[in-house]
């Protein structure tokens, strides 16, 4: 069984879709950097469409924010490099990035959802909460966690 078929077997009552496809859940960080490599990898492969939900606004490397127009061009150009079908969405600071990865995974019948990972503390999770632990556990179609 390849793994189209897998996913298939493992998510039986989703939409079947002519273009099926792949969402990420970015953010400028080594995580983020990881999943969307590995997303991409996963859209060629598959020749699904990407959707990258993107939270560009978090400060990279104590530089201070960045602002959404270099951080979505940034993405557009690599993308389009890559030769991926993609769109780009921009989550506020207000969002719940879980809720919004969650929301759009259903909303667009995503037939993955792929994240990045760090190691945390057992302390670091329980005050600050999980985003790829509430993913993990809560979507509906399968879960590529990266780690760094």
Do not use: F, W
């Amino acid at each position: 069984m390849d793994d189209d078929q897998l996913r298939s077997a493992a998510n039986p009552g989703s939409p079947e879709e002519d273009n099926v496809t792949v969402l990420v859940g970015y953010k400028p960080s080594p995580e983020g950097t990881a999943a969307l490599r590995r997303a991409i990898s996963e859209a060629s492969r598959s020749g699904e469409r990407l959707v990258v939900l993107n939270s560009g606004e978090e400060p990279v490397d104590n530089e201070g924010p960045v602002s959404v127009e270099i951080v979505q061009d940034a993405l557009d150009g690599l993308l389009a490099e890559a030769g991926v079908e993609h769109e780009i969405r921009q989550l506020t600071r207000s969002d719940n990035p879980a809720e919004v990865i969650l929301d759009t995974a259903g909303e667009i019948g995503a037939s993955v959802i792929v994240i990045g990972i760090r190691r945390r503390s057992p302390v670091g999770k329980l005050l600050l909460g999980s985003t790829a632990q509430r993913v993990l556990l809560e979507a509906d179609c399968p879960v590529i966690a990266v780690k760094t």
